[in-house]
């Protein structure tokens, strides 16, 4: 299992590392594995177009709710059968990368303590019709860093936000397949943005390294790149 503790990224010989293991991962990385476990919190539609194709490539899957997880059973195995629905603290134990698929404002339903020393996926996306007014995010260049602020002792990644839940099962491809979408990932942790960049290709996408968090505003709603098809050069373009 992935644990802490976590190296941190290391300038631009980092980054040259990284040009190498994206072109390895399209590769060897990619098609069903199950060797690592994923906690997603959220049961809606993200939360289960995600465990469907994490399920695809190996994963195991354990689907968290609002509530217990008696109360999500019957969707979970109807909208994604084959992973489990799971209470919070079970879902998360021993899981390789949790994943936060639930509207931004309940951000704070979460218990920071239950996340300590794990990989996070920041999912999530500041919508005010839908969460209103958040203080601390209206007007943020980059929301991520915020959350990252919350969870502090959890490992943040941002990734899968600027793709429609519509699109993550349509859109992904098997490698040097024609018209594969590519999806950025953005972190500060080497080794955590290396397991997502990995979750990445072998869901089926090419997997673009988009800087540490700082730089993530360019995936959010109104980015360049917000649900937008770009195959892998043109997204490195965008983010680069």
């Given at each position: ?6 190296s941190?990224r290391q ?6 590392h ?7 991962a ?5 098609g069903?594995r199950?060797d690592?476990?994923v ?16 399920l ?18 019957l ?8 992973a489990i ?5 079970d ?14 404002h309940?951000?704070?339903s ?11 996926v920041?999912?999530m996306n ?5 969460d209103?007014?958040l ?17 502090a002792?959890?490992?943040?990644v941002?990734?899968?936000?600027h793709?429609?839940y ?12 024609e018209?594969?979408r590519?999806l ?22 090419d997997?673009?390294?988009?800087g ?8 959010q ?20």
């Amino acid at each position: 299992m992935y644990s802490p503790p976590l190296s941190s990224r290391q300038g631009d010989a980092t980054l040259a590392h990284h040009e190498v293991l994206e072109v390895d991962a399209g590769g060897a990385q990619d098609g069903p594995r199950a060797d690592r476990t994923v906690a997603i919190f959220g049961a809606g539609r993200v939360g289960t177009a995600l465990a469907r194709v994490l399920l695809g490539a190996g994963y195991e899957v354990r689907v968290v709710g609002s509530g217990p997880a008696t109360g999500i059973e019957l969707i979970v195995s109807v909208l994604a059968p084959g992973a489990i629905a799971m209470d919070a603290a079970d879902a998360v134990a021993e899981a390789d990368v949790v994943i936060l698929a639930i509207p931004l404002h309940k951000l704070d339903s979460i218990d920071p303590q239950l996340l300590r020393g794990r990989v996070v996926v920041d999912v999530m996306n500041y919508w005010e019709p839908v969460d209103g007014r958040l203080a601390d995010f209206a007007g943020s260049d980059a929301t991520t860093p915020i959350v990252a602020a919350r969870l502090a002792g959890a490992t943040v990644v941002k990734a899968f936000n600027h793709i429609g839940y519509h699109d993550i099962e349509s859109d992904h491809r098997a490698p040097g397949e024609e018209h594969r979408r590519a999806l950025a990932v953005s972190g500060d942790d080497r080794r955590a943005v290396d397991l997502v960049l990995e979750m990445v290709q072998r869901t089926g996408f090419d997997a673009v390294d988009a800087g540490g968090l700082h730089s993530s505003g360019v995936l959010q709603a109104g980015g360049p790149v917000f649900g937008v098809r770009l195959n892998q050069t043109d997204l490195r373009r965008h983010v680069a």
